[in-house]
Nanobody, 115 residues
Framework: QVQLVESGGGLVQAGGSLRLSCAAS????????MGWFRQAPGKDREFVAR????????YNADSVKGRFTISRDNAKNTVYLQMNSLKPEDTAVYYC????????WGQGTQVTVSS
């Protein structure tokens, strides 16, 4: 069973950038599709981005297209989310997700964007 640990969250001004990392252990990382989700206060968890096991295919939510980029390094068992041009509405807890038949989640990392 894979374990996921996110890092890289923090406080940033609108227009700024952050890079989130998710380190995986306990499983064959390269066999999992990986993704990022987020949950703002009082809202449901929503999809942000996904990347295939090989890294060839990515998919972003419309709300982050052109601003966020998901990538992975299978040699380091890590998936990244580069977030540029951040907006206050991007404020949320960001969760890493691994998928292979079932879903696995990290504990989340807080991202706060001030206006």
């Amino acid at each position: 069973q894979v374990q996921l640990v996110e890092s890289g969250g923090g406080l940033v001004q609108a227009g700024g950038s952050l890079r989130l990392s998710c380190a995986a252990s306990g499983g064959t990382f390269s066999s999992y599709a990986m993704g990022w989700f987020r949950q703002a206060p009082g809202k449901d968890r929503e999809f942000v981005a996904r990347i295939s096991w090989s890294g060839v295919t990515t998919y972003n939510a419309d709300s982050v297209k052109g601003r966020f980029t998901i990538s992975r390094d299978n040699a380091k068992n890590t998936v990244y989310l580069q977030m540029n041009s951040l907006k206050p509405e991007d404020t949320a807890v960001y969760y890493c997700n691994a998928q292979r038949g079932k879903d696995y989640w990290g504990q989340g990392t807080q991202v706060t964007v001030s206006s």
